[in-house]
């Protein structure tokens, strides 16, 4: 399956095999082996290279969470035929990272932005985070007002790919 | 021996949430009182409700509401017979209003008096008592409007820093580089301090580019005698708001150090300090700079009791019932403190939430973990997302970083996207390990920080096999309360791994 990494926007295609005690993966174009046992807790020992640390995955509504050590990952399955590759944009939508609310709309349905120009301000925790757009796109539609209270993974704003809103 | 007229503290109502709460709780209990928490509707799952001996309501998720509101936590206090309050650090904790009305309603406030909380919490006020206190201070002005900036930054040069006078945290603070940015910077910082501490004025500093963030602990009981703890080196930091912190500070010369810790006890003294409270110095080549009074305990305070086995806490309630202070050991050995926050260090430390899944926390020798974490706990993203704290005592500086990487190596949790790798990766740097750094260090250290080939491959590994666990659920299903004996582990349903060991 190919996913998204959410924190670090890393796309990786794993595909597993069983190899008698340890799983073969490959993993864009590279082969891994690991080790894992199941401990009581529900956890993994994972042994991949030089590395045996503690694991742990599980699934949310529309994403898996995982574990590795003191590392955390949240990895969202890429869908070939779904949105992301049609719209030609790793991600053609804004989403709140967090609950909070809106508090100022940088942008307007219809604009022409470029990569890491601010697109949106939240309010979260008492503090202002600003996300900015991941690429070149244009704005396509905008769901929210400002001064709304939004859900942590609300669509804030859609995005649509350059060429395809050009005349 | 001089006898003097105590208080009694029997009840003790603790108004905060979060590790501290518990933190608070531990001690009380230990003394031998009946402690009182309280909660807002964001927290009914909380795991201090359950470590007091009761819990109140005090009213709904945003704070403005509950763990702001006096009147709501004055009438748990009347409600649960309570004699005396501990505020916490945040919140109400630095509220001269608050601590006024604590003693109004005739219970003790342990913390500092009224007068000493409005001189300390008075940022600019507070500067000028360490000039007449012959402590040398940041470059700056008293307001902060469009003008005075203007002819400020023409003075000094920019950078320059906006800072709330209200404030603390790092809320209300913005940098200003250049002068097309500072319109927007102080409008920014004014309704954050607005928000943070309904008081939005502003004052200015020059900015230091790489100052080093020195603090003293100090400690004052009600009869006039103030000391000075020793000192913790604060300098790495994120949103100008502290992520690792060290007692003694490392790479500052002995002379520097005795500077620092008298002025910080001279200030106490001029300001009739009592209780327990911090100094925050900039220290910036040869020179210091008195920053401001924190008239709380800090965050950090368990790297100062772990460094003089000594009970902050315990103290301060000691303080607060008028019992002369009680000399502590003298310092030994070495004290670093990580903060492990729900946040994304690959994002800006942007807030995360979400619920704990899995979560194994450190242990060992000289290693203690200050948290409110637990399995199948909600971390919504309604307060500070301050998840635990992992403390190292060692015999030097190296054994505590020694023990402080075994101990974040530990730490494995699942659900919330936090910061115990990064910190990992921090202490373990060459930079760290030199002691070497300034205020700067993390914003240097993160743009090149990523885990590793071989960690980010073993999760997607994970997350594949997850994927096809067929085990899935909406993340729902594990945030019930009680959830986890029903919870089920996503391997499980790979039944022994029937996907791969078909033989």
């Known amino acids: 399956m190919k996913f998204r990494e959410l924190s670090s926007g890393r ?3 794993v595909q597993l095999q069983q190899q008698g005690s340890t799983i073969q993966a490959r993993i864009g174009g590279a082969v891994a082996q690991i080790g894992r046992q199941l401990l009581p807790d529900g956890a993994m020992l994972i042994e991949i290279g030089a590395v045996r640390v503690r694991a742990f995955a599980a699934r949310a509504a529309d994403s898996i969470v995982v574990s590795v050590g003191p590392h955390s990952f949240t990895f969202v399955p890429l869908k070939a035929s779904r949105g992301a590759s049609r719209s030609g944009l790793a991600n053609p939508l804004v989403t709140a990272p967090m609950p909070g609310k809106v508090l100022k709309i940088l942008v307007a349905e219809g604009d022409q932005v470029e990569a890491g120009q601010p697109l949106i301000t939240m309010e979260a925790m008492k503090m202002e985070t600003t996300l900015a757009a991941e690429g070149a796109a244009r704005i396509k539609r905008i769901p929210v007002s400002e001064g709304q209270m939004i859900d942590a993974g609300a669509v804030l704003i859609e995005l649509s790919p350059l060429d395809s809103s050009k005349p | 021996m001089p006898r003097f007229r105590t208080r009694r503290i029997n009840k003790l109502l603790i108004a905060n949430r979060g590790e501290i709460a518990l933190r608070i709780i531990r001690t009380a209990r230990a003394l031998g009182l009946h402690t009182i928490a309280v909660y807002s509707e964001a927290d009914a799952d909380s795991p201090h409700l359950a470590a007091a001996h009761e819990a109140h309501l005090i009213g709904p998720a945003e704070a403005r509401h509950s763990y702001l509101n006096i009147q709501s936590i004055l009438d748990a206090a009347r ?21 006024r009305a604590v003693d109004q309603a005739g ?23 360490a000039q007449r206190a ?25 950078p320059i820093l ?17 002068e097309s940015a500072l319109d927007a910077a102080l409008q920014a910082a004014g309704r954050e301090a607005q928000a943070a501490f309904s008081d939005g004025r502003l004052f200015l500093e020059k900015y230091l580019t790489a100052p080093r963030h020195i603090e003293v602990q100090i400690l004052g009981d009600a009869h006039g005698r103030v000391i000075a703890m020793g000192e913790r080196e604060c300098s790495l930091q994120r ?36 209780n327990a409270g911090t100094v925050e110095f900039l220290v910036d080549g040869d020179n210091f700079y008195f920053l401001e009074i924190n008239a709380r305990l800090q965050v950090e305070h368990p790297v100062t009791e772990l460094r003089f086995d000594y009970d902050l806490v315990a103290a301060q309630l000691a303080i607060a019932a008028r019992q002369p202070l009680i000399e502590p050991p003298p310092p030994r050995g070495h004290a670093i403190e990580c903060r492990v926050y729900a946040e994304d260090a690959h994002n800006d430390f942007r807030p995360a939430g979400g619920s704990v899944l899995y979560l194994q926390l450190p242990a060992g020798p000289g290693i203690r973990v200050d948290t409110w974490l637990a399995p199948a706990i909600e971390i919504g993203t309604h307060y500070d997302g301050l998840l635990a704290k992992v403390i190292a005592y060692g015999a030097d500086r190296d054994e505590a970083r020694r023990r402080m990487l075994a101990a974040l190596d530990e730490f494995v949790l699942t659900g919330v996207t936090h910061t115990a790798a990064f910190l990992r990766d921090l202490i373990a740097s060459e930079g760290f390990a030199r002691g070497e750094f300034s205020t700067t260090f993390v914003s240097e250290f993160l743009p090149d920080w990523r885990p590793s080939d071989e960690t980010f491959k073993a999760a997607a590994i994970l997350a594949e096999l997850a994927a096809q666990s067929g085990t899935a659920a909406p993340a729902r299903r594990w945030n ?24």
């Open chain 2, 79 to 99: 409600a649960a017979g309570a004699d005396a309050i501990h505020p916490g650090y945040g919140f109400l904790s630095e509220s001269p209003e608050f601590a």
């Open chain 2, 162 to 178: 906006i800072k709330a006078a209200a404030g603390g945290g790092g809320r209300g603070m913005r940098v200003v580089h250049d």
């Open chain 2, 480 to 503: 019930g309360a009680g959830a986890v004996s029903r919870r089920r582990s996503p391997w499980e349903a790979l039944g022994d791994f029937s996907l791969w060991s078909r033989r």
């Open chain 2, 239 to 274: 949103r100008h708001q502290k992520i690792v912190e060290e007692s003694p500070a490392p790479a500052i010369s002995a002379q520097m150090r005795a500077t620092i810790i008298d002025a910080a006890a001279t200030l106490a003294a001029a300001v009739g300090y009592q």
């Open chain 1, 11 to 13: 796309q990786v295609e």
């Open chain 2, 107 to 129: 219970l003790i406030f342990v913390g500092p008096p009224p007068q000493v909380l409005a001189a300390a919490g008075d940022k600019v006020g507070a500067r000028q008592l």
């Open chain 2, 134 to 158: 012959g402590v040398p201070v940041v470059p700056g002005t008293e307001t902060a409007d469009a003008a005075t900036a203007r002819s400020f930054a023409v003075l000094t040069g920019y």
